[in-house]
């Protein structure tokens, strides 16, 4: 990023960001959880179906983790939630799953390229607030569960390989066409750089966006497929 430092940013807006941030977050947890339960019933192992819904469960303790900070600030989670209840719900209606493995690759791509963006975004935020982000955006025991069972998938039957990369393709441009929209309605943007020129605040938000495709295709070459 440009600058690297918190910006300065007055009490107000830091309380607006923090509860449109908080509501964001908060559905995302909420459908990533709906989504990972639905898919689970289509896993094609007793033990898919088993790890898949424990990833949805913890879905779930995130989403009630940020709920609760939510009524700690004396903000009603729904009304948080609701400016982004179009958004998400669109996106995941574009990115409607064939099968199995294309939503094990809709988790491992979303989820990943999302958390990524929250955490940018939530840098200007106080330290309690960061500290959430970390432990909701913590996703390491499930990328990593996910990426193994995708890279057994394809070693099974290679022929996955293109149609898997061409998906992966296409969820990565969902993933940031919303990131720029969410970001673009909610000046979230501000949290990048407060203060600056138009100049700069372009440019801090270019390099936000290389970040995302460069980590993305770092986990895409993680399964051995091109970005």
């Not at 940013?9 to 908080?22: L, P, S, V």
């Not at 459908?31 to 289509?42: G, N």
């Not at 669109?90 to 990943?112: C, F, G, N, Q």
């Not at 407060?194 to 700069?200: A, D, L, T, V, Y």
Request: avoid cysteine; aromatic fraction near 8%.
């Amino acid at each position: 990023m440009t600058d690297q430092s918190s910006p300065v940013i007055d009490e107000r807006t830091r309380e607006y960001y923090e509860t449109a941030f908080y509501g964001l977050m908060a559905y995302r947890e909420l459908t990533a959880f709906e989504r990972l339960s639905s898919d689970a019933r289509f896993s094609p192992t007793l033990a898919d179906r088993e790890a898949l819904a424990r990833l949805a469960v913890t879905e779930f303790g995130h989403y009630e983790a940020v709920r609760e900070r939510l009524l700690a600030r004396g903000a009603d989670p729904e009304a948080a939630m609701e400016p982004f209840v179009a958004s998400i719900d669109a996106l995941h209606a574009r990115t409607r799953p064939a099968d199995w493995h294309e939503s094990l690759m809709k988790a491992y791509v979303i989820d990943a390229v999302s958390g990524d963006f929250y955490r940018a975004i939530a840098h200007a935020l106080d330290a309690e607030a960061r500290l959430l982000v970390a432990e909701v955006q913590s996703m390491e025991e499930q990328t990593g569960w996910i990426r193994g069972r995708l890279r057994a998938a394809l070693a099974d039957d290679p022929r996955l390989a293109s149609r898997l990369a061409l998906w992966g393709r296409r969820l990565l441009g969902e993933a940031l066409t919303q990131a720029r929209l969410i970001g673009d309605e909610h000046d979230f943007w501000g949290n990048l750089l407060q203060h600056g020129s138009e100049e700069e605040r372009r440019k801090a938000i270019s390099e936000l966006f290389a970040k995302l495709v460069e980590n993305h295709s770092r986990r895409m070459s993680a399964l051995g497929l091109t970005a």
